[in-house]
Structure formats: C-alpha cells, structure tokens
C-alpha cells in the first residue's frame, strides 16, 4: 500500500511509504489508482469539443492547428507553454516513454551503450567544426556571468531557435531526439556499421506499423558522403521526396536539385518513373567519414601501430516529432490512433452508470483489473473508466477517441449465469460477447511495452 498526497486538485507524483507532510491525504490500493478519476484532467470528464479547442487555441497558437495538436489539445495530451514549447501531460508522457524503451531495445540489439551529454556546451568546441556559425541563429545561443559563450547544443534534448514553430510537436523550439554515433577504423568497417544502424531503423519502424520510406538525402550542413532520411508518408509533410513507380527507390527533392546526376542513374537502370509524394522526416543517417574525427583527434590505433582518423557514422531519430506525426497519420479528425504498441494504457474497463447495478459493476470491474493487473506484460496497463455520471455508452465514445486498444465494459450480460463482458477490439473495429477467463487468455497474447 502506498500513500498519495494530493495537493489542491493537481494530481501529485510524490508518493510516499509513510508519514505524509501535506494536506489532503488519501490511500489506495495498488489497482485503484488506475482509475479515470484520479488520472490528470484528460479523462476526469468528458473533453472539450473541437470548437471549443479551436476557439480557446486561437490567442495562443495563431496559426491553422495541424490534426495532431488540435487532438492533442482536445484530448489533454498536451498544453502549450510558450511559443513552440509544451507541457507534455500523463498520457502522452506514457506514450513516449515506451518509444524511448523501444528505441533502446533497438539500439542495444545493435551493440550501442547509451550516455547522457549535457544540454549546456561551451561554444569554443562549436566554433572547432564551424558549426557555430554554419548553424546560424537556430543555435540557441547565450552567455554565462563571465560573458563566455555557451550554447544549448543540439543534442539529446534539443533546443532550435526556430523561426515560426508550427504543428505542435513537429516543429518545435525544444524537442527530443536520440542521437547514435558510430567510429570505425576503416570506411569499409563504417559502412557496414552505418548498413547495420539503417536496416535496425526500417525493423523499429515496421514493427510500429509505419509506412516510413527510406529516402537518398543531401548531406546538408553535416557533410559526409552518404546519407539517407526516413520520411513517412503524409500530406502536411514538408519535404518533397521523389518516388520511382517501379522499384520504389526514393530520393530527396532537395538532393535532385542539387546532385541532377542522382536522378539520371537511377533511371537508365529502371524503367520507372518519378513521382512527387511529400513526407515528414522521422530520422536521418549520415556516413560522415573523417570530418569531425580529424578536428577533434578521435583516432585509432591499428595493429601494424599506425595511427588513423576514425570513419564516422551520424545518426538521429525525431523521438517526440516520430510521435506526433504518427498521430498525425493514423488518426482520423476525432480519433486518436497511436501506434498500437505505444497507446499509452492498452485496455480499459467500463463499469455501470451510476443506479444501475452500480455496486455490484464496480466490484466486478475491480476485481477484473486486479487480475489483469498481476500479468507482468499488463502493468500499468489496464484503466478503469469510473466516471459513473456519465452512461456507458457516452465514456465507450470518449474511450475509443483516446484510442485506447482494448474496451472492456461490464454491463448487465454479467448478471447471467454465465457472466458476459462486451469486448471491443478499438483498431480492429471488432465487438464480442466474453467470458471472462476468455478476456483474462486473450489479453495473455497482447504484445505491450512496460513502463
Ligand atoms: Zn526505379
């Protein structure tokens, strides 16, 4: 048992084994805190229409909202704080800690270590490579009491002095990212790795169900000699990509421009034509050679006792704009629809309205959750919808535009003989009639992310 301190309606973090140093004091058991009710303002009641997300949006963000943040907003996912910058609440919080495992798992399965870097650099390292000003005034750039540089290094966490941020999450002044660098003693070796990091980005994205498209890029302002994008597919994207008909090669518009003979090659080998589509840009790899290894020294030491500059790979995947854009794509104008995986709680359990054979629903629904509860791929994962001043039917709506995956509503088919739960498959578009060791088996199967 543990001891929750809520403070003046904000839902608190702090939880407590004894005695509690603040007002209100309450306790519960493990599973009931997993309730609609006590979970931050999104679910507490019904979320606020369209209309009404629009109309209190239109001082804070004056531009058109893209699908996702007006969702977002509407489903109080997220809140704005300033220009291009968000609170990021529970749910979404949820959401994107297990992106983060899934990344992990991914990245450990190719053999990388994770560290932390600080956010805060000194600009002499950023003036060594000339990227202090290669990178302009996006480098959020600001001075300590002695009047020495520093800058807020894009980096992990990033921060971008971006011009006219736009579309909540997606283009941002402060955002997340995972950054990967690679360092081999040979440019074969670095190839291999940077195939290795590429094939191990196009698997975490298919198991996430993303239609997301390998694209020829320009190296841009990292330089190097190689690099791809991963860009999914969606109209609000910014970048036009260039797509054969036949073999579905795809390059960059960008890259077309500035390297025409990109283009050409890959034409005489195929019969294929171009096609213009436009897409949002997830991740991007770059082969970069010895570039950044010669200035800073990063250096190798070879068997035959000669030293060299070390091949280096870059590498970035967009962790809150993957999120976001995903959203973007799978949902309709009042659905949510994450990436099934990444739902921040997977199944939630609807009990009667209030007068109906309240008590008895409720405990039922309890006992339930506690079960499911105990499965150690389902922690954390299984709500309880007890908003009972709402019928069953209105929270069945307002559930699946949360977009959560499995609906479990204990109506008054538990009252037969043989007790009956309504089950609904939310992405599958599928309901049936379930016992309830039939529930407890198939969500036995579901895969889920623990966090
Ligand atoms: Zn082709």
């Given at each position: 048992m543990v001891d929750i301190i809520k403070v003046k309606g904000l839902y608190s973090m702090c939880v407590r084994r004894h005695a509690p140093l603040l007002t209100t004091i309450e306790r519960y058991y493990h599973a009931k805190h997993l309730r609609t009710s006590r979970m931050f303002p999104g679910l507490v009641s019904s979320p606020p229409t369209r209309q009404q997300v629009d109309k209190s949006s239109r001082s804070q963000f004056p531009e058109t909202l893209c699908k996702s943040q007006k969702l977002m907003l509407q489903m109080g996912l997220i809140q704005g704080a300033a220009a291009g910058t968000f609170y990021t609440l529970p749910l979404l919080t949820r959401s994107l800690e297990k992106l983060k495992r899934v990344i992990d798992r991914t990245m450990q399965n190719i053999g990388a270590q994770k560290v932390t870097t600080p956010c805060l650099a000194p600009a002499s390292i950023w003036k060594a490579s000339d990227r202090w000003d290669v990178m302009g005034s996006e480098l959020l750039k600001l001075k300590d009491r002695q009047e020495k540089d520093l800058c807020l290094a894009p980096i992990g966490r990033k921060f971008r002095d971006e011009m006219r941020p736009k579309n909540g999450l997606l283009r941002g002044r402060e955002f997340e990212m995972k950054d990967l660098y690679t360092f081999d003693a040979s440019l074969k070796e670095a190839e291999v790795s940077y195939n290795e990091v590429c094939e191990a980005y196009l698997q975490m994205f298919k198991e996430l169900h993303l239609d997301i498209v390998k694209v020829e890029a320009d190296s841009g302002a990292?330089?190097?000699?190689k690099s791809h994008e991963y860009q999914l597919i969606s109209e609000i994207g910014e970048d036009t990509i260039l797509r054969c008909t036949k073999c579905g090669t795809s390059i960059s518009q960008e890259l077309a421009d500035s390297h025409p003979e990109s283009k050409k090659c890959l034409q005489e080998n195929c019969p294929g034509n171009w096609t213009e589509t436009t897409g949002i840009e997830i991740a991007h790899t770059f082969l970069l050679g010895t570039k950044y290894s010669k200035i800073f020294k990063a250096q190798a030491l070879l068997a035959n006792n000669k030293v060299v500059d070390m091949q280096m790979g870059c590498y970035g995947i967009g962790v809150s704009r993957l999120l976001a854009s995903a959203i973007e794509v799978l949902s309709t104008e009042e659905y949510i629809r994450w990436p099934q995986l990444l739902a921040p709680h997977q199944v939630c359990i609807i009990s009667q309205q209030t007068g109906h054979f309240f008590e008895e629903s409720l405990s039922i629904a309890e006992s339930l959750q506690e079960e499911l509860l105990s499965k150690s791929h389902l922690h954390n994962e299984v709500i309880l919808d007890?908003?009972?001043?709402?019928?069953i039917g209105k929270r069945l709506i307002i559930c699946e535009q949360f977009g959560f995956p499995y609906l479990i509503i204990v109506g008054k088919k538990v009252q037969e003989a043989t007790p009956l739960f309504e089950f609904v498959d939310v992405y599958k578009g599928e309901k049936q009639f379930l016992s309830r060791e039939q529930i407890v088996s198939r969500l036995s199967q579901i895969d889920t992310v623990v966090v």
């Open positions: 990292m330089g190097g000699s007890d908003r009972h001043k709402l019928s």
